[in-house]
């Protein structure tokens, strides 16, 4: 009781200070701002549970996959990480802990870059799965694992670029600069081939109608990796510039 009365008497004189000055009163944008803050930093928190969450079932899922090939005696360092389904989840979950370790914190232009990269890249692995690999070996024996790497991570990535879509503004040349990787990849691919006869996907072996077949399939890819980074350029830039969002970034 002595301490409610207390409480009372604190709070008797400040509503008497806010009746002789309802300037003192705070306005109920001010109150709605406050709202938001508290709004936008829970969903902050839930993006990160998921980020990491996510990044973590990746991990596991190539730790697995590994320790099952080991197992096998099947496992090669130099095929196995050679594979672009395990480059790109890898770079994805290391992406995505680093947006994740901002917090609430502004990303710099270059982490937004390399988010749009991941979502690039992981969204090609999808659709090349689904388009040119079914039913194909590509060391992903394990369902639950072709799941994680092939499916679950690449739809992730690609609902964070859309609900927490970029702070900053990239442009068309960004696309383009998304392409170094693959062009890169596959030109160290083939050389490796040429050199021992492994590919780690059967669209790039020149065995299969030589290497104008080869051809065809890599400028569908490029040309399809083009389209969709200006799509998801596009769709950040937008949805960056949603209030809602631009008060959640804030």
Do not use: C
Not at 66 to 80: D, G, K, Q, S, Y
Not at 194 to 200: C, E, G, K, L, N
Request: no cysteine; aromatic share 12%.
């Amino acid at each position: 009781m002595r301490g409610l009365s207390l409480g009372l008497r604190r709070t008797v004189p400040q509503r008497e200070e806010y009746a002789r000055r309802p300037d003192l009163v705070p306005s109920r944008s001010a109150r709605l701002t406050a709202a938001d803050s508290i709004a936008a930093v829970k969903g902050h928190l839930a993006l990160t549970v998921v980020r990491v969450a996510s990044a973590a079932i990746v991990l596991a899922a190539i730790a697995y996959q590994l320790a099952w090939l080991v197992n096998e005696n099947r496992f090669n360092p130099f095929t196995f990480f050679a594979y672009f389904t395990i480059q790109s989840n890898l770079f994805g979950v290391a992406v995505l802990l680093a947006v994740a370790a901002r917090g609430t914190r502004r990303r710099s232009r270059t982490l937004e870059v390399l988010r749009g990269a991941a979502a690039l890249y992981l969204t090609v692995t999808f659709v090349v799965v689904i388009l040119f690999l079914s039913g194909e070996d590509v060391q992903l024996d394990l369902q639950w694992v072709d799941f994680a790497l092939h499916k679950f991570f690449p739809v992730i990535v690609v609902l964070d670029w859309l609900i927490d879509p970029p702070t900053s503004k990239l442009s068309g040349r960004h696309a383009l600069l998304w392409l170094a990787y693959p062009l890169v990849w596959v030109t160290l691919t083939l050389i490796r081939g040429a050199a021992d006869s492994w590919y780690p996907y059967p669209f790039l072996d020149p065995a299969n109608g030589g290497y104008a077949s080869v051809a065809v399939y890599f400028v569908t890819i490029l040309a399809f990796l083009l389209v969709i980074g200006v799509v998801l350029i596009a769709l950040g830039n937008v949805r960056g510039r949603a209030p809602g969002v631009q008060a959640a970034a804030a």
